[in-house]
């Protein structure tokens, strides 16, 4: 008899759904994916319906349903929090408790109302949810764990060390000293928004000097040598109001908070860089720590500050541990994952499988996908132009039009779990041109031009090509290209500053190449995606380079796309020259005019 468990996390960002059989993952998606809501928090009903579907079961069939965290203990938080601030933080209060009274204290009412579901329902710990989703996956039978993250009932970090078919954790930091919470200030005092816009902060720090390091250990944290620290609540005002900071942050840090969408300074690019080594110093104390107390080989990462692929490139570099691994969905969307592997190792007891010494991850494809028959039906019901190929026609053309600087969309196979593109939903051009990134950037994504894209290399050629010994499947890890490939700069390059920095070209991959010489490596296996490495392998096969530029399939501020509907209309709206879904490959000059404006279905249902 097949044993079920579902997973869930929802009501605060990134909600989600989890479905394992037998401790194996079967099935999962963020809610934003079908909603089109970026980020979306509400109940994943829609990820629960896909993940059920998938696997061709009922709700009855469901051995217990797993939330990520415990409602009430949250509340609690809440109320202490507010009344260690009496008359403060009202207005604050008065808005988060609608959702409060409304759901979130109901929760175990409102799963069953649903699903129409009267089985067991569990609710793990926050960051014993993220704890499982890091261990559990991993190859490692026994290691430690490290999550962090914003916070979750009252800890807003945690370690601990995962045997076989459990998971302990020895020591947190709690609330309100977080690093998450700590990295989300200088986001939003950056003028980029809270819970998505902390990349953004990652990315813009390599233009920046270290500028404000000192100021921030002197005024706003007390680090201690275990990687523990003390927040000084004077500055923020996370705990009872409507902003992350206050206007004493403001006077410390040289005036008042970057207003969005408004020109980027230095200033800004310093705050970036300088709240980026503090949070790398701490990631690094933290881990040295762990490997003191516990004495493990093995290194396991959950958490939102998880998705920092800088600190775990560094922590990586620093040997402080033989291996590390990260889990792909570390934020909140993962919690879904790990309350689902809770529920299925310690509520039921059972074992844990692992016998090779890859993931149990599977490059997480575990989303929708359409078949041929299911995408031919949608070009007829919209009466769009496509060429159909069989498999090795469209590998051939896609890469030749790669070489020709061509911008593909490239929808194939199952979706990715996580917050990641790895070549299921993705825009894919050539690593070598030096006018890629600034194309992609303005004319595809229209985002922010300092943004670096990400390489995806051949798992077999990762080391010819950058600093890293090891594959990277999830772009978790940064690491230098290798010097060979890398160009050297002239002297008046040198001399530049802050953005001026970011159309040199600084190696035979420019696009994919940073303005410090790393870039956020994402390794292709054949056993993962056969069909994506293929691709690669035959773009190699042409041009002696065996690495491509990979970015999300989405534009600025909508999801990545989940359907053919979603993949055509983000092709048509913006610059892309090609767009792959399936084995139908499209032209955007022979598509019918598009009018935006036209009643298209929010959503390509079939029958």
Avoid at 300 to 322: T, W
Avoid at 497 to 508: A, D, F, M, P, V
Avoid at 588 to 596: A, G, I, W
Wanted: glycine share 6%.
């Amino acid at each position: 008899m097949k044993s079920y468990i579902l997973g869930i996390s929802a009501y605060y960002h990134d909600s989600a759904a989890c479905l394992i059989c037998d401790g194996e993952i079967i099935a999962a998606a963020q809610e934003e994916r079908f909603t089109r809501v970026k980020h979306d928090h509400s109940f994943p009903k829609n990820a629960i319906s896909f993940c059920l579907r998938y696997a061709a079961i009922s709700v009855e069939q469901l051995d217990a349903v797993a939330f990520y965290d415990k409602p009430i203990i949250k509340f609690n938080r809440l109320l202490e929090t507010y009344m260690s601030f009496p008359g403060r933080g009202l207005k604050s209060f008065l808005m988060a408790m609608p959702l409060w009274l409304k759901d979130k204290l109901w929760m175990q009412d409102l799963i069953s109302k649903e699903l129409k579901y009267k089985g067991k329902i569990l609710f793990p710990e926050h960051h014993e949810s993220h704890a499982a989703s890091a261990f559990f996956p991993s190859p490692f039978k026994q290691a430690a764990f490290l999550t962090i993250d914003g916070v979750g009932e009252w800890a807003t970090s945690s370690y601990g060390v995962g045997t076989d078919n459990r998971v302990e954790i020895i020591s947190e930091l709690h609330y309100p000293h977080s690093l998450g919470l700590l990295y989300s200030a200088f986001t939003y005092f950056t003028g980029f928004k809270v819970n998505s816009g902390e990349y953004k902060v990652m990315g813009l720090a390599p233009y920046g000097e270290p500028k404000y390091v000192h100021r921030i250990y002197d005024n706003l944290i007390d680090l201690c040598d275990d990687g523990s620290f003390k927040m000084n609540m004077e500055y923020f005002n996370y705990n009872t109001g409507l902003t992350m900071t206050n206007d004493k942050f403001a006077k410390l840090f040289d005036g008042p908070p970057r207003k969005p969408e408004t020109k980027l300074t230095q200033r800004e690019m310093d705050l970036a860089r300088s709240v980026q080594d503090v949070t790398e110093e701490i990631m690094i104390r933290m881990a040295r720590n762990i490997r003191e107390v516990t004495n493990e080989k093995y290194l396991c990462l959950a958490g939102g500050v998880a998705l920092n692929c800088v600190g775990n490139g560094k922590l990586l570099k620093e040997n402080i541990f033989e291996d590390i691994w990260i889990q792909p969905a570390a934020g909140d969307a993962g919690g879904a994952l790990g309350a689902a592997m809770i529920a299925y190792h310690h509520y039921l007891n059972k074992p844990v499988e692992k016998g090779s010494n890859r993931d149990l991850q599977k490059g997480s494809y575990f989303g929708t996908e359409y078949n041929d028959d299911e995408i031919e039906k949608f070009i007829k019901k919209y009466e769009l132009h496509a060429h159909k190929l069989n498999s090795d026609e469209l590998i051939e053309k896609v890469t030749d039009l790669i070489i020709k600087e061509k911008v593909i969309g490239w929808f194939q196979g199952r979706m990715e779990y996580g917050p990641r593109a790895l070549g299921a939903r993705s825009i894919i051009g050539d690593a070598r041109s030096s006018e890629m990134q600034k194309k992609m950037n303005l004319k595809i994504k229209y985002r922010e031009s300092f943004r670096p894209f990400a390489p995806t290399v051949l798992a077999e050629k990762v080391s010819e090509w950058f600093e890293l010994d090891r594959e990277s499947p999830y772009m978790l890890l940064v690491a230098d290209v290798k010097k060979e490939k890398q160009r050297i700069m002239t002297d008046e390059e040198k001399e530049l500053w802050g953005i001026e920095k970011l159309n040199i070209i600084r190696s035979e991959i420019p696009a994919v190449t940073h303005v410090d010489y790393s870039a956020r490596i994402q390794t292709v296996h054949k056993d993962d995606n056969p069909r994506y490495h293929r691709l690669i392998e035959k773009f190699y096969e042409k041009t002696g380079c065996p690495v491509i530029v990979n970015t999300s399939f989405n534009v600025r501020g909508e999801p990545i796309v989940e359907s053919p509907l979603d993949a055509y209309k983000c092709f048509m709206r913006t610059e892309m020259d090609n767009l792959a879904i399936g084995n139908f490959l499209f032209y955007k000059n022979e598509q019918p005019k598009f009018n935006d404006e036209i009643d298209w279905k929010a959503k390509y249902e079939l029958d």
